[in-house]
């Protein structure tokens, strides 16, 4: 039996493959703003429900906390450096042409899997983290055969069929 830590929790959780997300909204002075997450999930279907958690000591955190509208983006396997610019904006730069046009009012990025406008419907605090949750107003899935970008153990990866 392994330590029970929070390394090993994380570790434990690295085995889990998940699909990457980027949550964008729009800053209070007209800018886009986002950050890569993977714990997103639906909750309901009716309403339509949606979640993701958040770290309090995330930059972007209060911002994101009082955004009244987000956008849930899934990134393709060719979007790595879409999702390493907004794990860390400080040091990795702005991937040029990533935007889209807005989506009722909010910022949407470009090429991806497909994105979901949501209005925030409530906030719980869970440990370090809260839990956004979001009502879906709009949803958008592209067509064709893209693949998503992965992350498992610690590593961007592909799916391989």
């Known amino acids: 039996m392994n330590i029970l830590d929070s390394g090993s929790f994380r570790r434990w959780f ?3 493959a998940t699909g990457v997300t980027v949550v964008t ?12 997450i993977n714990s997103v ?16 000591k ?19 396997e060719k ?15 702005e991937p040029k042409g990533i935007w889209d046009k807005p989506q009722k009012n909010c910022p949407v990025l470009r090429h991806t899997l497909g994105w ?20 879906t107003i709009a949803l958008h899935r592209a ?7 992965l992350y498992f153990r610690g590593r961007y990866r592909e799916i391989g069929e």
């Open 25 to 36: 909204a729009k800053h209070k002075d007209g800018s886009a703003i986002g950050i890569t």
């Open 14 to 16: 690295g085995g889990f």
């Open 58 to 76: 995330a930059h972007i955190y209060p911002l994101l906390r009082n955004a009244k509208q987000f956008a849930v983006n899934i990134l393709g």
């Open 41 to 56: 999930t639906s909750v309901s279907l009716d309403p339509m429900l949606v979640l993701y958690c958040l770290d309090r």
């Open 143 to 149: 067509s064709g055969n893209a693949k998503p970008l």
């Open 116 to 135: 979901m406008i949501c209005e925030r419907a409530a906030i719980h605090k869970a440990g370090d983290h809260d839990i956004i949750v979001g009502k």
């Open 79 to 93: 979007q790595e450096e879409i999702s390493r610019h907004f794990a860390d904006y400080r040091h990795h730069p």
